[in-house]
């Protein structure tokens, strides 16, 4: 599987971005699929994560309320929906699949897959 992330770019405080990632390969409803980010000198952590099917999501505190996770299986896409978006939320962000497990995980090394990353920056 092939993950290409895109839709990033520069938004100031409380606008949106919508985030995808399109995934090669026709297995992709096989992938329980995640967004992470990582900021400068921070260490990459998950903001979201979406079952294979997608009818379980998981946010953290951080993100709750303000980031919507989707998927699209016969578009083999996954989606991060941002609103009321924080200068705090500027970061790197990378989408992740995993196969097996439970469906999403802040562990990094349990992901089979990762996609190149997209800039998002929030101004004040």
């Known amino acids: 599987v092939q993950l290409q992330a895109s839709g990033g770019g520069l938004v100031q405080a409380g606008g949106s971005l919508r985030l995808s990632c399109a995934a090669s390969?026709?297995?992709?409803?096989?992938?329980?699929m995640a967004w992470f980010r990582q900021a400068p000198e921070k260490e990459r952590e998950l903001v979201a994560g979406?079952?294979?099917?997608?009818?379980?999501?998981y946010y953290p505190s951080s993100v709750k309320g303000r980031f919507t996770i989707s998927r699209d299986n016969p578009a083999n896409t996954v989606y991060l929906q941002m609103n009321s978006l924080k200068p705090e939320d500027t970061a790197v962000y990378y989408c992740?699949?995993?196969?097996?497990?439970?469906?999403?995980?802040?562990?990094?090394?349990?992901?089979?897959?990762w996609g190149q990353g997209t800039q998002v920056t929030v101004s004040s």
């Open positions: 979406i079952s294979w099917s997608g009818d379980s999501t």
């Open positions: 992740a699949a995993k196969a097996s497990g439970v469906f999403y995980s802040t562990r990094q090394a349990v992901y089979d897959y």
């Open positions: 390969g026709p297995t992709f409803r096989d992938y329980a």
